[in-house]
């Protein structure tokens, strides 16, 4: 529907409006992302010099930067998860060695399938603030299955940022996604941290449908002025991030309980696809779809007799397309 060409057209009216690249934020979710709005901007025709100017990116990136501004630019990043094997490890291990005696029959695995597992598991529960207010009351046992982890992740998971943390509490490093779980929180127990953020006067975000719980207290913050003006454009359907506790609720009951005005526009005209194509997804997806394109999108229907058959000739579809002139 065409979301991230709207925003960069609210980007340009900015511009032309007077006010500063400095003062204009474009968070995304992706890299990909972050470049995608950039030639969409020059497509508009914003000079290379201006968007140069501009902060685009992701809110781990902006996490980063956040945090080198504060004087930690000497605190290590991992980038990679093969990097992080030997400290996952180790927290398993201080894990086992701290509760064996209560919990005598906690699995311990230690396979590359394992370790990638529980990275997904420690992303979702710290991007979904899952261990904030805790109640400490319950058991380990009842606090794992409140937040849907297998015990032994949920403690494996707590020994691992023990570590990282170390015992005052500050980064002895930051894996992927760090930055941002790591300023969320900073800002949470320090709400005075919020006047060292950066002033925007517009900050714009694609993709709102991956939202995190960790990317939204930033964004409260960066807001807490009252002089800054929000655009954002997402689509509950198109939630691909759940393992980074996306969450559809960000484009609507999150928004609503924080934001006293908000006002809402339906994007309705798909450019993607031609009048009834829009016409069937529409009815698939239950909700009002229409095209913004005159021209009917060619479809082709190819049938297979087994289930099997179904990837390979995905498979040989995609790379037809692929080979295609102008692909």
Not at 8 to 13: D, H, I, N, P, T
Request: glycine share 6%; hydrophobic share 40%.
């Amino acid at each position: 529907t065409a979301k991230t060409t709207t925003l960069a057209l609210r980007v340009g009216e900015a511009l032309q409006r007077g006010v500063r690249p400095e003062q204009i934020l474009v968070w995304v979710f992706t890299e990909p992302a972050a470049t995608v709005f950039r030639h969409r901007l020059q497509e508009l025709g914003v000079a290379p010099a201006v968007l140069g100017r501009m902060n685009i990116g992701t809110v781990e990136t902006f996490a980063r930067a956040q945090w080198a501004r504060w004087g930690e630019a000497q605190t290590p990043y991992i980038e990679q998860l093969g990097e992080l094997q030997e400290p996952i490890l180790q927290a398993l291990e201080d894990c086992s060695e701290r509760y064996r005696q209560w919990y005598p029959y906690l699995e311990i695995r230690t396979h590359a399938a394992a370790v990638s597992q529980f990275f997904s598991t420690l992303l979702r529960l710290k991007h979904s603030l899952a261990w904030e207010d805790e109640d400490l009351s319950l058991s380990a046992e009842e606090r794992a299955e409140l937040v849907q982890v297998p015990l032994v992740d949920y403690l494996w998971a707590k020994s691992y940022e023990q570590n990282r943390l170390g015992a005052f509490g500050d980064a002895l490093f930051r894996g992927p996604f760090d930055a941002s779980y790591d300023l969320a929180c900073a800002l949470n127990q320090q709400p005075e941290l919020s006047a060292g953020l950066p002033d925007y006067r517009l900050i714009v975000i694609d993709d709102l449908h991956d939202m995190n719980a960790t990317a939204f207290r930033i964004l409260r913050a960066l807001l807490q002025s009252g002089t800054t003006y929000l655009v954002a454009a997402g689509d509950s359907d198109q939630v691909i991030y759940p393992h980074m506790g996306a969450d559809r609720r960000y484009l609507h009951e999150h928004f609503q309980a924080h934001f006293r005005t908000v006002q809402r526009y339906q994007l309705s005209h798909s450019f993607r696809f031609g009048p009834w194509l829009a016409l069937t997804a529409g009815a698939f997806k239950n909700k009002p779809l229409q095209s913004g394109r005159a021209r009917p999108t060619a479809l082709k229907v190819q049938q297979y007799d087994q289930p099997t058959q179904l990837p390979e000739q995905l498979l040989q579809t995609v790379s037809q397309l692929i080979q295609r002139p102008g692909r």
